[in-house]
T-cell receptor, first 115, second 110 residues
Framework: DTGVSQDPRHKITKRGQNVTFRCDPI?????LYWYRQTLGQGPEFLTY????????KSRLLSDRFSAERPKGSFSTLEIQRTEQGDSAMYLC?????????????FGPGTRLTVL | DAKTTQPNSMESNEEEPVHLPCNHS???????IHWYRQLPSQGPEYVIH???SNVNNRMASLAIAEDRKSSTLILHRATLRDAAVYYC???????????FGTGTRLTIIP
């Protein structure tokens, strides 16, 4: 399967711990996005990269959140000192600049539960 | 970002057409209308998009009002696999961020 993959699919952690999620986009896609989705709501944009450059960050992305895409391929999203309010589904998507306008391909998500 | 308004939920019988409405009265001239859907326990998936003219693809049709203040996603023959949350999203050309609302939860009745 050559779709977007995310790891892990589920993560349970205690408040105050750090967590890191990984996203592997579709191989030829140069844009990568992170979204967060809480129960009953639509996904909320967090940040996006073009190649290794982080081009936009949402105000939702507090100082405890950091995202990287060091070689323009996979990306990581780290949350430091997790809080119960961080519990959500974290979705990654990718797209090809110049491809079908704004068609983003989403991964299955990482569900985070903070106890 | 311009706002969209969708009904919270809709029901349809299997094998019948479904018309999912979306209002976007503050749409600007450069906004494209996108539809995504999210099946249970999955990430969203692209359905269709358009600017001014009606659009068809293998999944659905998109009917856009002449004044562009509303649009309708049409599933021609609903199946149980079409049960999902459908999101109508406006996106300015070149703006890569997608702003999702709460969408319409579509239930298909066998």
């Amino acid at each position: 399967d050559t779709g977007v993959s995310q790891d892990p699919r589920h993560k349970i952690t205690k408040r105050g711990q750090n967590v890191t999620f990984r996203c592997d986009p579709i191989s030829e896609h140069n844009r990568l996005y992170w979204y967060r989705q809480t129960l009953g709501q639509g996904p909320e944009f967090l940040t996006y990269f073009q190649n290794e450059a982080q081009l936009e960050k949402s105000r939702l992305l507090s100082d405890r959140f950091s995202a990287e895409r060091p070689k323009g391929s996979f990306s990581t999203l780290e949350i430091q000192r997790t809080e119960q309010g961080d519990s959500a589904m974290y979705l990654c998507a990718s797209s090809l600049q110049g491809g079908s306008l704004n068609e983003q391909f989403f991964g299955p998500g990482t569900r985070l539960t903070v106890l | 970002d311009a706002k969209t308004t969708q009904p919270n939920s809709m029901e349809s019988n299997e094998e019948e057409p479904v018309h999912l409405p979306c209002n976007h009265s503050t749409i600007s001239g450069t906004d494209y209308i996108h539809w995504y859907r999210q099946l249970p326990s999955q990430g969203p998936e692209y359905v269709i998009h358009g600017l001014t003219s009606n659009v068809n693809n293998r999944m659905a049709s998109l009917a856009i009002a002449e004044d562009r203040k509303s649009s309708t996603l049409i599933l021609h023959r609903a199946t149980l696999r079409d049960a999902a949350v459908y999101y109508c999203i406006l996106s300015v050309f070149g703006n890569e961020k997608l702003t999702f609302g709460t969408g319409t939860r579509l239930t298909i009745i066998p």
